[in-house]
């Protein structure tokens, strides 16, 4: 949009009439909004939610908001270091302290509603940030 500013900026000395202008705009306008209505009705946007982690929303929904400040020596998303002494555990007990709560970690970080599967998809999705194998 800063681009288009800088044209018009130019056209302007050339003293273009309202209309040329305009209906340069316009078209822009009109261009931008069917690119956006096809976007949406491709059905695009769900299909990178779908391409996203299966383990993300839950993460996002449940885990971020103590994962991602550090809270309480939570070891946060992607920090390699604070991850490296959990990963040598191995998956199947980070799963069950997940499940099961750690110290200050509580059970299922309290997402009451998530299935022991959604919790292992959340801790795939956080071994996958720090570069980590997520095989079982
Ligand atoms: C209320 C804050 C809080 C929430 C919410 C939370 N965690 Fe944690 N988590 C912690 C803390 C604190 C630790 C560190 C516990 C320790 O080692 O003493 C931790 C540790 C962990 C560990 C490492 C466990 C281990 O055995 O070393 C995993 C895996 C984990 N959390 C996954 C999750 C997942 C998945 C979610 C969301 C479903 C989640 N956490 C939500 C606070 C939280």
Known sequence: ??????KRRKTMGVEPTVWQTT???ARK??????????????????????NAHPGQATYN?????CHNPGISGAPRLG???????????????????TINGLNAMPPKGMCWQCSDEDLGHAVDFM????GASTKP
């Open 61 to 65: 929904a449940a885990c971020i908001s």
């Open 79 to 97: 920090d390699v270091d604070a991850w490296q002494p959990r990963l040598a555990k191995g998956r199947a007990v980070l799963v069950d302290s």
């Open 127 to 130: 071994l996958e940030q720090v």
């Open 23 to 25: 209906g340069l705009w």
């Open 29 to 50: 306008l009109v261009l931008f909004i069917w690119v956006f209505v096809l976007g949406a009705c491709s059905g695009e946007s769900a299909e990178s939610l779908a």
């Open 1 to 6: 949009m800063a681009d288009e500013k800088m």
